[in-house]
């Protein structure tokens, strides 16, 4: 029998586990795949021993650009951490996604009072339409940028919009909203492991292995 | 390979000409098919990719950070100067060869096959226009080490003739001659004789045995002879038991410049090789910048084993001698700031070590604002001094040099690397600037405490 | 029978003003407006009391119970004065033969005119063999009469979206009336029980007004136009992110939002939040447990009562899928590697060939 839930009950149900089995699926692949390529052994002598501790620093580190670099860049560094640290707010402080994530994984934690996540979303979804009109006109981002940044922009968005959207029952039933939040939110899941959105994942060994060679060199990293 | 040392003579004692509109050139060398180009180049990319190098390759996201901390973007505002941006065609390769996702890739081609066009057009962004400073790797939120990349992509670029002819002459002339510059071991051993004479220092040549190998580099040999005096005489002083040896003595690698690998190995062996040939302990690369690049941090991996020896930069040995007291220095009145060579400093790890002999010298010392590893380049390395058509995007990122140096109102400017020197002393005469690169081992050697005899 | 209900009020000892007020507390109660208690006056005034036939098939009574629960009108009332219950098997006094006999004779009389009131789902496995009465099938009994019938209302959620026999595995086959009597529109008045008053008002609605507005899943937009989470007096709790967490912890005691400990209420429609039961005392989340969202169809098979909405409705192994999906990404990870290996060799082979040297073992000084 259909009903006015089937799409609402598709999202809960086989997409979301469809998602996450792609999410895990494809993230692995990527990455072991990275991994086990040729790894040739450094024989120059280390200046500097245990390099691999100041790999983990360098995580660290690159998280804020450095004093001589910042005129040029901190600007627009920092409307993208207000867009990912609002971002994270609305992921992690919403019940319904501690919820979820408690569902999957175990493990969760208080969440935050609606409001601040309503303010949070409008922050994340304000910033990227800043990002996105920086990345369409600057000179080297127009350059530089392909089908990836742009799809993956839409991919972040659209759950962002909807959420809010059920939120607050605009434009249709719950049911639909609420599917469709689920949904956009799935895809974004799936495609994450094939697009530049791995770096949530990536940074952590891309920072780490230059950090721990230049460390090794004595070298700033 | 055509001769291209006679078609396109690097003269470096020449006023250079200035190129008023430079054609687009594609430089090629060899009678290759283009197709069988290409299958070269594809090849020089794909085997370079390990673990480290394929996850830069993934790890992009396209922030265009990289762009705003690079010399040529931003002293041209040309978004095709954006670091990772030089990498297009090797990253392309990467995805559609080796990624994780290749077969994927190759089967709905959704990343195309590069073309030889592409390559050609590259060519001036992976050679005229980086000089593998490695500013873009600092900033990259990512980590990615933009110009290591750079390096690999020329390995491709030199298997398939695509380097620019200047450059290649010169590689072809070390081959050829031992010497980028002609500074042949015939030649060595006049310009030995000759400062011996005229200087009365000693320099040791082709002894059996020492405890340190020294090295050299052409430049030195052909246009800063008297550095070689300052090393004799400081090494004398020291009391350091050393030699240059005839059949290893060249510390410049410019086939590391141009991405020629077998070149690179047999220069960088020739060099291990005499180390080992007098039992030295030390092995002391010049004031040369990717000197210190090829052998200090690549010639054991090129060896095939660890060295069985140290390799100090000259500056480094210099602040040992000073720490161990076996140098006593006068000091210098001027006010100085030091330009940080890239390859020693930033991707060398050898920050110190200058700062050192500079503090030791009692110099007044005014850092540049953006200094140590944060420096900017001078804009000559990576073979880049070497190319006549990138003659004017040079002068304009060596316009930031000067811009630097003057806001720290010093008197002088010291450096200790002979390629940045030369290009300091191109850019003087070009701007008519008052200022250009003292070299830090001559200073040394000028304010030696006199020998109470 | 051809009393109007104005004189079934009469006949009962109730005034003209009694009729009166019961119109304004039923218009009330359907939050119609004042004007509409003045209409409905007038039309029921006319209107003759309405032969019902009540069937009942796989169902458990609750839907009745609740109905006599009713508190305006009362179910005596309904009965008494607004319409005439021709047949229900709990309430009648007759029975067997006798009962039949006298349904037939209604449905005879008044056919093409009576309400039909459906109670439980009806059963299609083994020809309809699980639910006969009086040698006819349930869903034979149901065609036939749903033929005579002016007004079909499916109440409770077995006749509505098929409730309890419908739920998983569901081994006799059982479908809701609208899955029965598919050529016109059921008025689907669904709950677990539903709600008393709701029950009662839609029935007199109909008799005032004829069809009410039904959502789409023909519901009366009255009773079924909000979710439970829009009209929650625990509302606030939720935005101010105060929850219950277990069942008499602080929250609960507090009285915090349940959404934790699975309430249903966003994606529940009905009129618990305002109507509430037992004439308004409370309902489930004012007593302390969650909404099992029993108006909405197949709510036992949503995922369970007490995980919450936003959880996966899936009962698959968490960790072991997820392990699973991490291993073969591994794999495919290390295949496609050393596929990539095995191309790096092929190019560093024959590009060593070119220069007349061996591949070197471990190419790349740099990275």
Redesign the interface.
């Given at each position: 029998?259909s009903?006015?839930?089937d799409l609402?009950?598709f999202a809960?149900?086989?997409a979301?586990?469809a998602a996450?089995?792609?999410l895990?699926?494809?993230?692995?692949?990527?990455?072991?795949?990275?991994?086990?390529?040729?790894?040739?052994?450094?024989?120059?002598?280390p200046?500097v021993r245990h390099a691999w501790l100041g790999g983990i620093r360098?995580i660290f580190t690159?998280?804020w650009?450095?004093r001589?670099?910042r005129p040029?860049?901190l600007h627009w560094?920092a409307v993208?951490y207000v867009f990912h640290f609002s971002l994270a707010l609305v992921i992690l402080g919403l019940?319904?996604?501690i919820?979820?994530i408690?569902?999957?994984?175990g493990l969760s934690w208080?969440?935050?009072?609606?409001?601040v996540i309503t303010f949070a979303a409008g922050v994340a979804l304000i910033s990227l339409l800043a990002l996105l009109a920086h990345r369409a006109t600057?000179?080297?981002?127009?350059?530089?940028?392909?089908f990836?940044?742009y799809f993956s922009w839409l991919l972040v968005f659209t759950p962002l919009l909807t959420g809010l959207m059920a939120y607050y029952?605009l434009g249709g039933r719950?049911?639909d909203l609420?599917a469709v939040h689920m949904l956009s939110a799935e895809l974004l899941l799936a495609w994450l492991p094939?697009s530049?959105l791995?770096?949530t994942v990536?940074?952590l060994?891309?920072?780490?292995?230059?950090?721990t060679?230049?460390s090794r060199?004595?070298?700033?990293t | 390979m055509t001769s291209t040392d006679t078609q396109f003579p690097l003269e470096l004692n020449q006023p250079r000409l200035s190129i008023q509109k430079p054609e687009p050139r594609y430089d090629k060398q060899g009678e290759m098919a283009d197709t069988e180009r290409l299958d070269r180049a594809m090849r020089g990319f794909v085997k370079d990719?390990?673990?480290?190098a394929?996850?830069?390759m993934?790890?992009?996201?396209?922030?265009?950070?990289c762009?705003?901390?690079c010399q040529y973007?931003?002293q041209t505002?040309d978004?095709?100067y954006?670091p990772?941006?030089k990498l297009e065609p090797f990253k392309q390769a990467y995805k559609r060869e080796?990624?994780?996702?290749a077969p994927f890739f190759r089967l709905f081609n959704l990343k195309r096959r590069v073309t030889v066009q592409e390559l050609e057009d590259w060519q001036d962004l992976i050679y005229d226009s980086c000089t593998q400073c490695g500013r873009c790797?600092?900033?990259?939120?990512?980590?990615?080490?933009i110009a290591s990349l750079v390096g690999l992509a020329r390995h491709g670029m030199a298997a398939a003739g695509l380097v620019p002819h200047e450059l290649w002459a010169t590689v072809e002339r070390a081959k050829r001659e031992g010497s980028p510059l002609g500074a042949t071991p015939a030649v060595l051993k006049d310009r030995i004789a000759w400062l011996e004479d005229e200087h009365g220092v000693e320099i040791p040549l082709d002894l059996e045995r020492a405890d340190v190998l020294m090295t050299i580099s052409s430049i030195e040999v052909m246009k800063y002879p008297q550095s070689i005096v300052a090393l004799a005489r400081i090494m004398k002083r020291m009391g350091a038991s050393w030699t240059f040896r005839s059949e290893g003595y060249e510390a410049t690698n410019f086939s590391m410049f141009a991405g020629d690998q077998q070149g690179q190995r047999e220069a960088s062996l020739k060099l291990i090789e005499a180390a080992i040939a007098v039992g030295a302990r030390t092995l002391i690369l010049p004031e040369c910048g990717h000197a210190y690049q090829a052998l200090?941090?690549?010639?054991?991996?090129l060896?095939?084993?660890?060295?069985p020896f140290?390799?100090l930069q000259i500056a480094e040995y210099l602040a040992e001698g000073i720490r161990q007291g076996k140098l006593q220095l006068q000091p210098v009145q001027n006010s100085a700031t030091f330009h940080d060579p890239c390859q020693i400093?930033?991707?060398?790890?050898?920050?110190e070590a200058p700062r050192e002999v500079l503090h030791a010298l009692g110099v007044d010392l005014r850092e540049m604002?953006?200094h140590?590893?944060?420096n900017w380049c001078c804009g000559g390395g990576g073979g880049v001094v070497t190319i006549h058509r990138a003659d004017p995007l040079r002068y304009k990122t060596y316009q930031i040099k000067m811009q630097q140096v003057e806001d720290t109102g010093a008197e002088m400017l010291v450096s200790t690397c002979s390629n940045c020197r030369q290009t300091f002393d191109d850019g003087q005469a070009h701007f008519h600037w008052d200022k250009t690169a003292q070299s830090l081992l001559e200073l040394v050697a000028d304010h030696l405490v006199t020998e109470q005899e | 029978m051809d009393e109007t209900i104005l004189d079934a009020f009469r006949k009962n000892g109730l005034s003209r003003r009694a009729f009166l007020k019961f119109c304004a507390a039923t218009a009330s109660l359907l939050a119609l407006p004042p004007a509409a208690a003045a209409a409905m006056a007038e039309k029921l005034a006319t209107t003759l009391r309405p032969t019902v036939i009540y069937l009942s098939y796989q169902e458990c009574t609750g839907c009745l119970e609740s109905m006599t629960r009713s508190f305006s009108p009362t179910i005596e009332h309904l009965m008494f004065n607004n319409i005439s219950l021709a047949f229900n098997d709990t309430l009648q006094a007759a029975a067997g033969e006798a009962a039949e006999a006298a349904r037939k004779e209604a449905m005879r009389k008044a056919w093409g005119k009576y309400i039909l009131i459906v109670d439980g789902a009806v059963p299609m496995g083994a020809g309809g063999a699980y639910c006969v009465a009086a040698g006819q099938s349930a869903v034979d009994d149901l065609r036939h009469v749903a033929q005579g019938a002016a007004a079909i209302i499916a109440v409770g959620t077995c006749a509505a979206?098929?409730g309890v026999p419908?739920a998983a595995p569901n081994p006799t086959g059982a479908?809701?009336v609208s899955?029965v009597v598919r050529d016109r529109a059921i008025i689907n008045v669904s709950g677990c029980p539903p709600i008393p008053e709701v029950m009662t008002g839609v029935v007199v609605y109909y008799l005032s007004f004829g069809m009410p507005a039904l959502d789409?899943?023909g519901r009366p937009l009255t009773f079924y136009g909000n979710?439970i989470h829009?009209r929650c007096y625990r509302r606030p709790f939720?935005?101010?992110?105060r929850?219950a967490h277990t069942f008499d912890d602080e929250g609960a005691r507090n009285g915090w939002c349940l959404?934790?400990l699975g309430c249903k209420g966003?994606?529940t429609y009905n009129a618990c939040a305002t109507l509430k039961w037992n004439q308004g005392t409370s309902f489930p989340i004012q007593s302390g447990h969650g909404c099992l969202g029993c108006s909405?169809?197949?709510f036992w098979d949503?995922?369970g009562f007490y995980?919450?909405?936003?959880?996966?409705?899936?009962h698959?192994p968490?960790g072991e899928?997820?392990g699973g999906?991490?291993?073969?990404?591994?794999v495919?990870?290390?295949g496609?590697?050393a596929l990539?290996?095995s191309r790096?060799q092929a190019a560093a082979a024959k590009s060593a060939k070119e220069v007349n040297s061996p591949p070197p073992k471990?190419?790349?000084?740099e990275h």
């Open positions: 029998m009903t006015e839930t609402l009950d809960r149900g086989p979301l586990e996450l089995i792609i895990v699926f494809g993230m692995f692949w990527r990455l072991v795949g990275v991994l086990v390529l040729r790894r040739p052994r450094d024989l120059s002598e200046r360098t690159r998280m650009p450095r001589e670099f040029r860049i560094e993208s019940l319904p996604h919820l979820l408690r569902d999957i994984t208080p969440g935050l009072p609606t409001g600057h000179p080297v981002l127009r350059q530089i940028s392909n990836d940044d029952h719950y049911e609420l094939f530049k791995a770096h990536l940074f060994f891309s920072r780490g292995v230059t950090g060679i230049y060199r004595g070298a700033q | 990719f390990g673990a480290t394929a996850l830069y993934e790890s992009c996201v396209h922030c265009g950070q762009a705003e901390v973007y931003v505002g978004p095709r954006t990772i941006w080796v990624g994780p996702f790797t600092m900033v990259c939120p990512m980590g990615i080490d200090r941090w690549q010639g054991a991996n060896y095939g084993k660890p060295l140290r390799v400093v930033r991707r060398g790890g050898a920050t604002d953006a140590g590893a944060y | 979206f098929g419908y479908v809701p899955e789409r899943q979710t829009d939720y935005d101010e992110g929850f959404y934790e966003p994606v909405e169809p197949d949503k995922g995980r919450p909405l936003p959880a996966a409705t899936g698959w968490r899928v997820l999906a991490a291993l073969g990404g591994a495919v990870g290390v496609a590697a990539a290996r790096q471990e190419d790349s000084h």
